[in-house]
């Protein structure tokens, strides 16, 4: 029968309503066979409904719905689009509102059953959610993760504020620090839980088959002094520096947790320090020669005191200081103590050039000589040497999501030889442990490296769930589960995979029935890192696909986004939260740690609760206009 829209022949409704049923039985069928071939993995009985409904969906979308939705769009129904949720409930909902409009008889058993399975759609994703992140403060409540660094486990009051903030979630890197350093972080997040009496969960994520960059050169041991000026070169105000006798090592100024700026220190010796008063001078050469001096203003502590530089400096270790008092009169001296000197600063441009090494030596900037020559190219290393065997010239890079662009124009005995293609006029900086995305080039790596398994152990006794950072088929989780399953506690652990890759969003039903079947799951999504892998003009598809086919299996979804990234170094209000709506209804936001987290993270929780709000009052019924 020729199902085309002809007022002539066939009524629109009727035959819509035939449609309809052609497409829900032969959809039912594909729906058994994939069922069949997933029963073995679907060992959680939770997930039973939600992989029928994913089965339904896949069946579906063999066909071509465009005419179909056309049609209905026609009779004001509305269209296939929005039917993830629930397939089957949304197909049966459709055809007896056809079958009514056209006086035959539906039976209200079958009314009450579509509206009962719409509703159970819609709890659904809310209760895997709650199984993978525990219970939410309200019902549509959006997760928020937290990535925690190195002094999250030595400042217990950041764990416990962030908690209290609404952090559900405490990410912890396995690629970077020590199981030490893990342990203290998550005494901390337990501590605070405890504390406050609200559940935090803990993630910690593998390395994983994900190519990043090696470790960075320490830059120079010295301090240097900045001093703000106006336009016409005079100092606007004095820089602060704190002269430390504690025995630690001096450092740059820097932030702590708050975004507070925390000033320089210069380490010195403690009886020396003992002898200094506010009012008094410190004279000494910087190390271009130049006379400068610092004016001591306050006595912090028994070990520390405040002064003040009026000129720039470059302060090295073992620099001279002389000790003159408010008198004039001089007093003893001492010389500068070690310095912590901070990573060196890689920083290129569009159209630098830049070696990616085969080896882990540190890396860093380009060396130019006397009259501003290029004498050394700027090089980083890479984490995986095998991987440049797969290389080849002609093929793109990208560096820490789609920040930093390249293009491979030669690969050799060093290494691969990169032209900056994309980044910032003013420059972009490449640090440690920054991901490599190569979307040109086909990468076999094993899904877990020797040191991954090496860290389960650790990861299945501390940890609530496991991070898999990049998952490119079935059988990456496959290895990860039977992996846990060798480890006590392995079996109860939720895991959260990523999708980064082609291959990754092409199997990406198979990775949701592989891991959903078995334990707890969610999918995590990068905006930069799919950007790198699909390019700008088909990263918003790909994130279309990943949200339907997780709403499909009611599968919850973690979203990190530039925009986030952003809000944790500036403090919000941004333009840039705005943004975050765009990521919609997210089950959970990643925010990495930053200098502005806690202002992060209320003005988040703000916005969440504001959407919330809206989606309810829509939901509601609408009142009359006398009420």
Same mark, same amino acid.
């Given at each position: 029968?020729?199902?085309?829209?002809?007022?002539?022949?066939? @009524?629109?409704?009727?035959?819509?309503?035939?449609?309809?049923?052609?497409?829900?039985?032969?959809?039912?069928?594909?729906?058994?066979?994939?069922?069949?071939?997933?029963?073995?993995?679907?060992?959680?009985?939770?997930?039973?409904?939600?992989?029928?409904?994913?089965?339904?969906?896949?069946?579906?979308?063999?066909?071509?719905?465009?005419?179909?939705?056309?049609?209905?769009?026609?009779?004001?129904?509305?269209?296939?689009?929005?039917?993830?949720?629930?397939?089957?409930?949304?197909?049966?909902?459709?055809?007896?509102?056809?079958?009514?409009?056209?006086?035959?008889?539906?039976?209200?058993?079958?009314?009450?059953?579509?509206?009962?399975?719409?509703?159970?759609?819609?709890?659904?994703?809310?209760?895997?959610?709650?199984?993978?992140?525990?219970?939410?403060?309200?019902?549509?409540?959006?997760?928020?993760?937290?990535?925690?660094?190195?002094?999250?486990?030595?400042?217990?009051?950041?764990?416990?504020?962030?908690?209290?903030?609404?952090?559900?979630?405490?990410?912890?890197?396995?690629?970077?620090?020590?199981?030490?350093?893990?342990?203290?972080?998550?005494?901390?997040?337990?501590?605070?839980?405890?504390?406050?009496?609200?559940?935090?969960?803990?993630?910690?994520?593998?390395?994983?088959?994900?190519?990043?960059?090696?470790?960075?050169?320490?830059?120079?041991?010295?301090?240097?002094?900045?001093?703000?000026?106006?336009?016409?070169?005079?100092?606007?105000?004095?820089?602060?520096?704190?002269?430390?006798?504690?025995?630690?090592?001096?450092?740059?100024?820097?932030?702590?947790?708050?975004?507070?700026?925390?000033?320089?220190?210069?380490?010195?010796?403690?009886?020396?320090?003992?002898?200094?008063?506010?009012?008094?001078?410190?004279?000494?050469?910087?190390?271009?020669?130049?006379?400068?001096?610092?004016?001591?203003?306050?006595?912090?502590?028994?070990?520390?005191?405040?002064?003040?530089?009026?000129?720039?400096?470059?302060?090295?270790?073992?620099?001279?200081?002389?000790?003159?008092?408010?008198?004039?009169?001089?007093?003893?001296?001492?010389?500068?103590?070690?310095?912590?000197?901070?990573?060196?600063?890689?920083?290129?441009?569009?159209?630098?050039?830049?070696?990616?090494?085969?080896?882990?030596?540190?890396?860093?900037?380009?060396?130019?000589?006397?009259?501003?020559?290029?004498?050394?190219?700027?090089?980083?290393?890479?984490?995986?040497?095998?991987?440049?065997?797969?290389?080849?010239?002609?093929?793109?890079?990208?560096?820490?999501?789609?920040?930093?662009?390249?293009?491979?124009?030669?690969?050799?005995?060093?290494?691969?030889?990169?032209?900056?293609?994309?980044?910032?006029?003013?420059?972009?900086?490449?640090?440690?442990?920054?991901?490599?995305?190569?979307?040109?080039?086909?990468?076999?790596?094993?899904?877990?490296?020797?040191?991954?398994?090496?860290?389960?152990?650790?990861?299945?006794?501390?940890?609530?769930?496991?991070?898999? @950072?990049?998952?490119?088929?079935?059988?990456?989780?496959?290895?990860?589960?039977?992996?846990?399953?060798?480890?006590?506690?392995?079996?109860?652990?939720?895991?959260?995979?990523?999708?980064?890759?082609?291959?990754?969003?092409?199997?990406?039903?198979?990775?949701?029935?592989?891991?959903?079947?078995?334990?707890?799951?969610?999918?995590?999504?990068?905006?930069?890192?799919?950007?790198?892998?699909?390019?700008?003009?088909?990263?918003?598809?790909?994130?279309?696909?990943?949200?339907?086919?997780?709403?499909?299996?009611?599968?919850?979804?973690?979203?990190?986004?530039?925009?986030?990234?952003?809000?944790?170094?500036?403090?919000?209000?941004?333009?840039?939260?705005?943004?975050?709506?765009?990521?919609?209804?997210?089950?959970?936001?990643?925010?990495?740690?930053?200098?502005?987290?806690?202002?992060?993270?209320?003005?988040?929780?703000?916005?969440?609760?504001?959407?919330?709000?809206?989606?309810?009052?829509?939901?509601?019924?609408?009142?009359?206009?006398?009420?």
């Amino acid at each position: 029968m020729d199902l085309s829209w002809n007022p002539g022949a066939v @009524p629109l409704a009727p035959a819509v309503l035939l449609r309809l049923g052609e497409l829900r039985a032969q959809a039912l069928s594909r729906q058994e066979e994939l069922l069949a071939a997933w029963r073995p993995l679907l060992q959680r009985r939770g997930f039973l409904a939600s992989a029928s409904n994913l089965a339904g969906y896949l069946a579906l979308r063999r066909h071509d719905l465009h005419d179909l939705q056309d049609r209905l769009d026609a009779l004001g129904l509305g269209s296939l689009a929005g039917c993830e949720a629930s397939v089957a409930a949304t197909l049966d909902a459709l055809m007896n509102t056809l079958r009514l409009s056209q006086g035959q008889p539906v039976l209200a058993a079958d009314v009450i059953r579509c509206a009962r399975a719409l509703q159970r759609s819609r709890t659904q994703r809310c209760r895997s959610t709650d199984h993978l992140f525990g219970a939410a403060r309200t019902p549509l409540a959006t997760r928020f993760m937290v990535t925690l660094s190195r002094e999250s486990g030595a400042d217990y009051a950041l764990v416990r504020d962030l908690v209290e903030l609404g952090m559900d979630c405490a990410r912890i890197n396995c690629v970077v620090d020590d199981r030490a350093t893990w342990r203290d972080i998550i005494g901390n997040v337990r501590q605070a839980e405890k504390e406050l009496g609200r559940g935090c969960k803990v993630l910690m994520e593998l390395g994983g088959r994900r190519l990043r960059t090696g470790p960075v050169d320490a830059g120079p041991d010295l301090l240097h002094v900045k001093v703000k000026r106006d336009q016409f070169g005079d100092p606007l105000y004095p820089t602060v520096i704190v002269l430390d006798g504690s025995g630690r090592a001096g450092r740059t100024a820097t932030r702590d947790h708050s975004g507070r700026a925390m000033p320089a220190r210069l380490a010195v010796d403690r009886k020396w320090l003992a002898k200094l008063d506010p009012g008094d001078r410190v004279l000494f050469r910087d190390f271009k020669g130049r006379k400068r001096e610092l004016a001591i203003e306050a006595r912090l502590s028994e070990t520390e005191v405040a002064c003040a530089c009026v000129d720039g400096a470059y302060i090295g270790q073992g620099t001279e200081l002389e000790h003159v008092q408010r008198s004039r009169k001089k007093g003893a001296k001492t010389k500068s103590g070690a310095f912590d000197a901070p990573p060196a600063e890689i920083e290129v441009k569009p159209g630098d050039a830049l070696l990616l090494t085969r080896d882990l030596s540190p890396g860093r900037g380009e060396q130019r000589d006397k009259r501003g020559r290029l004498a050394a190219t700027a090089r980083i290393g890479c984490t995986d040497p095998d991987v440049f065997d797969l290389l080849d010239a002609g093929q793109t890079a990208w560096i820490d999501g789609c920040r930093i662009g390249a293009l491979i124009e030669q690969v050799d005995k060093h290494g691969a030889w990169l032209r900056v293609t994309r980044a910032s006029p003013r420059g972009e900086r490449i640090g440690a442990d920054q991901a490599i995305h190569l979307p040109d080039t086909p990468i076999d790596l094993p899904a877990l490296s020797a040191r991954d398994l090496a860290q389960l152990e650790f990861v299945c006794r501390h940890a609530d769930i496991v991070g898999f @950072p990049v998952a490119t088929g079935r059988a990456d989780i496959d290895q990860l589960v039977d992996a846990l399953a060798g480890h006590h506690g392995g079996r109860r652990l939720g895991i959260i995979a990523g999708i980064e890759t082609r291959a990754a969003l092409d199997d990406l039903p198979e990775i949701i029935a592989h891991g959903a079947g078995r334990h707890p799951f969610g999918i995590t999504g990068s905006y930069g890192a799919l950007a790198a892998e699909f390019g700008f003009e088909g990263m918003p598809e790909a994130v279309r696909e990943i949200r339907a086919l997780c709403a499909c299996a009611h599968v919850p979804v973690v979203w990190s986004t530039p925009a986030l990234e952003s809000l944790v170094i500036h403090e919000p209000p941004r333009a840039d939260i705005t943004d975050t709506a765009t990521i919609g209804s997210a089950q959970c936001l990643l925010l990495n740690q930053g200098p502005c987290v806690r202002q992060a993270l209320t003005a988040l929780g703000s916005l969440v609760s504001a959407m919330e709000e809206q989606a309810t009052r829509r939901a509601s019924r609408c009142r009359s206009a006398t009420q």
